[in-house]
């Protein structure tokens, strides 16, 4: 029969460790330092100074210039014309199968960026110069288009799509990007773009006679008091009577004692 009084008695609980109590207080401490630091920032104190003893910003910039081909123009270009257009390229990937029986879907890649044309004349090909009753008529040589256009990257924007049964959409792109300078090349000389800076250009050239060929020829004493300019590509520069009725391109300012 066990003595009650030798009988051991429960062991006290024992209280949280060392451990515990620190984990807490880190918690409690990590707790209240975020809530001081985000109304230290959400008031908008403290920030500049945050920034300027806890933010390290480096910025690396490399550029890597590989120089294929200089070339001189020989003193032989002069420049027209410029003309900034927003220019849209697109290109379309479609596929089918048995001749065309099935389609699997177009993919669609597009750039949009403001593209500068640039244009000019070949001062070595052929004028044609005459005065008569004071009227300059200019055949001048036809315009060119500087190339290649000059892409403003900094307007740039793409668009892709795949087709619902293509997933092309990144090459068709790499493609267009690949492509986009012969483009816009042909561009520059459509027609229609050099229709746009003709009038410029023709003003441009006036300007070229009235202060370098005409003062050259100054001693001839040939009183000229407008200049019209045709280009070599024109109808009416190949019909003489139809130059001599067209408008001014230039109306100069003659002196009295001139």
């Known amino acids: 029969m066990s003595d009650p009084i030798s009988a051991s008695a429960p062991a006290p609980r024992r209280g949280p460790g060392c451990f515990t109590t620190l ?14 630091a985000w109304k230290v920032v959400d008031a908008g104190f403290g920030m500049k100074w945050l920034a300027e003893h806890f933010q390290k910003k480096t910025i690396t910039e490399s550029f890597h210039e590989n120089v294929r081909r200089i070339a001189s123009t020989q003193g032989d270009v002069l420049e027209l ?19 065309d029986a099935i389609y699997l879907g177009t993919s669609m890649a597009e750039i949009r960026a403001m593209v500068v044309y640039r244009y000019h004349l070949k001062l070595s090909d052929a004028w044609n110069i005459t005065v008569e009753n004071g009227r300059c008529v200019v055949v001048a040589p036809a315009i060119r ?42 561009r520059a000389a459509a027609p229609g773009k050099i229709q746009h800076v003709r009038e410029a250009s023709r003003l441009s050239v006036a300007k070229f006679v009235q202060h370098w060929v005409l003062k050259a020829h100054k001693e001839h004493e040939v009183v000229i008091r407008e200049i019209v300019v045709l280009f070599s590509d024109e109808p009416a520069a190949a019909n003489a009577a139809a130059a001599s009725k067209l408008p001014a391109t230039l109306t100069l300012e003659v002196k009295a004692n001139d």
Do not use: C, H, Q, Y
């Not at 984990?23 to 001081?36: N, Q, S």
């Not at 014309?81 to 001749?99: C, G, I, P, W």
């Not at 000059?150 to 792109?173: H, I, Y």
């Open 145 to 186: 288009p500087s190339l290649p256009p000059a892409v403003r990257s900094e307007t740039m924007e793409k668009k892709s799509e795949s087709g619902w049964m293509r997933f092309n959409a990144a090459e068709n792109m790499t493609a267009l990007e690949k492509g986009l300078t012969s483009m816009l090349e042909r």
């Open 81 to 99: 014309a410029t003309l900034d257009s927003e220019e849209t390229v697109t290109k379309f990937d479609t596929k089918t199968l048995f001749n």
């Open 23 to 36: 984990a807490l207080t880190l918690l409690v401490l990590g707790i209240v330092g975020g809530i001081v």
